[in-house]
């Protein structure tokens, strides 16, 4: 308990605003530290300035999508390049499901996702309430 | 019920227990630090998965109460009884806003206030003025309707940031109107008005008594913008109106559920190893994709407390990306999937809340109790079948079918007899859910009372039926009470009887037999017995030579005697005479028996033996006056005819003589004061009937006279609830072959 951060830091990355408000509050009341991006770029700028624990990231995105912002990512040199990745798309379906585990993510959920489905996979994938 | 939440409520409730329980060890080990980790780790689960639920109320209150935690734990904070008694009441406060989830969907609309008040508590008074200034009820956006919030949160979408939807409400000055104000005209004015509801402040007075200058309304409304351009909308009468944002959650449409969430963590392990196994990723991309994979793994197996596991994916990692092969991972992983499956091994989840893992199936009572229902209904209709065979039996042609039909009922009569005891079995509980409940009741009485008290308990793993163990509450409680009340002594007069000051209560169970035996002991002053017996003759219990054939336990007996109570004054918290004798009618009610051992200045035993289970009953069915009733067999000793002539009257009272002793006789149809009958038999000169009963606990022998002797029956009892639970001379009712229901007497009550 005492030599892991206590609040998990996650980066949504999606370029709805009202997405990334409900994210937020979500993330927030479940304890999670949260920064917001509206693109791959963006994304991609503050995961290689700022350690995080988590990057939920959508798929349609102007300027870099979620895919490129995926392998984007994953060909970094570093520690950033290994950072989990939770995809919530709008897309269901098993081939884009398996479209983004090939660009690199870590977990895939389909909108809408409730509160406590958001925060339960959040806590899942940075370990968080051990 | 959500199973989500279900599952939250349950687990939660667990919690609260062992965090209840902490607290207490805490108070009296204030130095271990295992307690203090432990009690921390409740409180932030608990605080974890209530900002899962977005209960934020309780989200705040608990987290102010871990951060409290956190200081005790890294030694800032010193542990006073104070502080636990908060804590506590976080706790209690909790739990109660648990029961309003699970009935209602929601907090109650104090719960803000509740939440503020504890925090303030908790962080000592002077940092009250930090408190959160938001009044209570204000941010609920319930008073609109769902396709007014719809609207709202579909007219933010594309607003600027900084943008939010904020609640307002302004309740104008009664005499606004004379200073000018116009409240319709400034709401009408606000920027981003979504939605608007306008109500009088309270019930509208007669209308002679109405004053139109005076503004009597309330204005509830949404508004989309930045917070300065709505405040400033407001600025001129800015201590009439509130306004707050609102979480955009309040406001969402119920989302339908998710995918299950039952294993996330074997659904992300799973996921990562498929993601493992992709095999056309570009070589730059690998390094980071393992590592991803292992990370995402790692968290998952801590997640659940696995972090041996954890550790051992990290290490596959390093090893895989030296050897440029996955294959250490595929192994990690594999390795912990297997550990999840089979706890026990490696490293089993030490962070799991839930009871040590017996394979044992939670399922809902109302199950049970269902099944135990048709199996009480199969019982009827297996005794109907015993009646159809006898019938057949008497008429007359019907002998090749009255032996398979005898076959067939013995049959059934076994299957339904192992039905019975299988569901019975599946009833039974351990008696610690009941004495869970103890630790907490004697720490706050013993505050309460200026006694030091210690509560053991023993046995607590003892089983008995579901409405045995829940019918000991109220009785257990009684007695503690008392215990502590009446029993142990004062801390100086301990002191000055050599005793130690710290009073111990024992609370113990153990099966003996087929049955269950729970005991309350202490080690106070004991049962003043002459004192008993002066009481009991007193209040007319019995008289001066009868209380002189008594027995010392005999007379200390008496104490479960109804209208007898050896304190001269009754206190708030135990005490008013009916005491033991209501312990003892409910014992008795389940089948059982109460019993006493008591040592002058050592201490005193309240033993309740009880039924295991509640087993068939075995009943005789008599008739009083037109009238059908059950007697259990247990306590008829015999079954005679009386001829007039052995009927002597003694002091007024019938009365005969049986086995060389002078036994009472009482007619059931008086006892019960049930209409006269034209009474065709009784007259008519022939024998009467008596069933001669053991009144029990030493109370001898009675005759009960009836009209007639039925069959004897084997009957699944149901105990009487609600208002008639509480007339003694009946233990229960049945549901007879032919669909009627029997009353099932209570003898051992009955004698007037």
């Known amino acids: 308990m005492a030599d892991r951060p206590a609040s998990p830091r996650i980066l949504i990355v999606d370029d709805g605003s009202l997405i990334r408000l409900y994210y937020r509050e979500t993330l927030e009341a479940a304890g999670f530290e949260v920064a917001e991006a509206i693109n791959g770029i963006e994304a991609l700028e503050k995961v290689l300035s700022e350690r995080f624990d988590l990057a939920i990231v959508d798929i349609n995105m102007p300027k870099m999508n979620g895919m490129s912002f995926l392998r984007a990512l994953r060909g970094q040199q570093g520690e950033a390049a290994a950072l989990p990745a939770l995809v919530i798309s709008s897309e269901a379906g098993e081939r884009d499901a398996a479209a983004a585990r090939a660009a690199g993510a870590n977990f895939y959920l389909v909108k809408p996702v409730t509160p406590a489905d958001l925060a339960l996979h959040a806590a899942v994938l940075t370990g968080m309430l051990a | ?752």
């Open chain 2, 1 to 752: 019920m959500n199973a989500l939440l279900e599952q939250f409520l349950l687990e939660s409730r667990d919690l609260i227990a062992e965090g209840t329980r902490g607290l207490i060890a805490l108070e009296r080990s204030p130095e271990d630090g295992e307690l203090v980790v432990g009690v921390f780790r409740v409180f932030h689960t608990l605080k974890g998965s209530s900002g899962v639920f977005g209960i934020q109320p309780m989200t705040r209150m608990l987290h102010a109460a871990e951060d409290m935690l956190a200081a005790i734990r890294d030694g800032r904070t010193p542990i006073d009884p104070a502080l636990i008694d908060t804590l506590l009441e976080c706790l209690d406060q909790t739990a109660r806003w648990l029961d309003d989830l699970e009935v209602r969907d929601g907090l109650s609309d104090d719960a803000d206030g509740m939440a503020a008040g504890l925090i303030r508590r908790l962080r000592g008074d002077d940092a009250a003025a930090t408190a959160p200034p938001d009044a209570p009820e204000f941010d609920d956006p319930g008073i609109f309707s769902e396709a007014e919030r719809s609207a709202a949160i579909e007219a933010l979408r594309g607003q600027a940031e900084g943008t939010s939807i904020f609640r307002v409400v302004y309740q104008p000055d009664p005499r606004c109107f004379f200073n000018g104000d116009d409240p319709l005209k400034l709401i009408a004015g606000l920027p981003g008005l979504a939605a608007l509801r306008i109500s009088p402040q309270g019930d509208w007075p007669a209308l002679e008594t109405l004053d139109p200058f005076r503004c009597d309304m309330r204005i509830d409304a949404l508004a989309i913008g930045e917070e300065a351009a709505i405040r400033h909308a407001f600025r001129l009468v800015a201590d009439q109106v509130r306004i707050a944002e609102v979480p955009l959650r309040a406001l969402s449409p119920q989302l339908s559920p998710g995918p299950k969430s039952d294993d996330i963590v074997g659904a992300v392990l799973a996921e990562q190893r498929l993601l493992l196994a992709s095999t056309d990723t570009p070589p730059g991309e690998v390094a980071g994709r393992w590592g991803s994979a292992a990370a995402a793994a790692a968290n998952a197996l801590r997640y659940e407390g696995g972090n041996g596991h954890a550790a051992a994916v990290a290490a596959a990692l390093a090893e895989a990306v030296e050897r440029h092969d996955p294959s250490p991972l595929f192994r990690a992983l594999d390795q912990a999937v297997q550990g999840r499956q089979s706890p026990g091994t490696a490293a089993a989840s030490q962070s799991a809340p839930s009871a040590p893992a017996s394979r044992s199936l939670r399922v809902e009572e109302q199950r049970v109790d269902r099944l135990f229902a048709l199996v009480g209904e199969m019982i009827v209709a297996k005794n109907t079948l015993g009646w159809l065979a006898g019938r057949t039996a008497e008429a007359a042609g019907a002998g090749d079918i009255v032996r398979p039909l005898r076959d067939l009922h013995a049959l059934v009569e076994r299957l339904t007899r192992d039905m019975h005891d299988a569901v019975v079995r599946i009833r039974m509980v351990p008696v610690g859910q009941v004495f869970d409940r103890f630790p907490r009741l004697v720490r706050d009485l013993s505050l309460r009372l200026g006694k030091p008290v210690d509560l053991l308990v023993e046995g607590e793993g003892t089983s008995a039926d579901k409405t045995v163990v829940e019918a000991l509450f109220e009785p257990l409680l009684h007695l503690v009470r008392n215990s502590l009340d009446h029993g142990i002594e004062p801390p100086e007069m301990r002191r000055g009887a050599g005793k130690p000051e710290r009073a111990t209560v024992t609370l113990r169970a153990f099966h003996a037999g087929d049955r269950v035996v729970v005991e309350v002991s202490d080690d106070g002053g004991g049962i003043d017995i002459a004192a008993v017996g002066r009481k009991a003759v007193d209040s007319r219990v019995l008289g001066e030579d009868e209380l002189g054939a008594l027995s010392e336990a005999e007379t200390a007996r008496l104490i479960f005697a109804p209208g007898l109570s050896t304190m001269d004054e009754t206190s708030d918290l135990s005490g008013r005479g009916v005491g033991m004798a209501a312990v003892r009618m409910a014992i008795e009610r389940i089948g059982g028996a109460v019993g006493v051992e008591t040592v002058r200045h050592r201490g005193t035993t309240i033993r309740l033996e009880l039924p295991l289970t509640l087993a068939l009953l075995r009943i005789v069915t008599v008739s009083a006056r037109g009238r059908r009733f059950g007697v259990p067999l247990d306590v008829v000793a015999e079954t005679i005819r009386l001829s007039d002539d052995r009927i002597r009257r003694i002091r007024g009272r019938a009365a005969f003589t049986w086995r060389e002793q002078v036994v009472p006789l009482h007619p059931l149809g008086r006892i019960l004061e049930l209409p006269e009958a034209r009474d065709p038999l009784s007259g008519s000169g022939g024998d009467r009937l008596v069933l001669v009963v053991d009144a029990g606990g030493g109370g001898g022998f009675f005759g009960l006279e009836v009209d007639g002797i039925g069959d004897r029956l084997e009957v699944a009892l149901r105990p009487m609830d609600g208002l008639l639970g509480n007339i003694p001379a009946y233990l229960g009712t049945t549901l007879q072959g032919d669909g009627q229901v029997l009353l099932i007497l209570n003898p051992k009550e009955l004698p007037p």
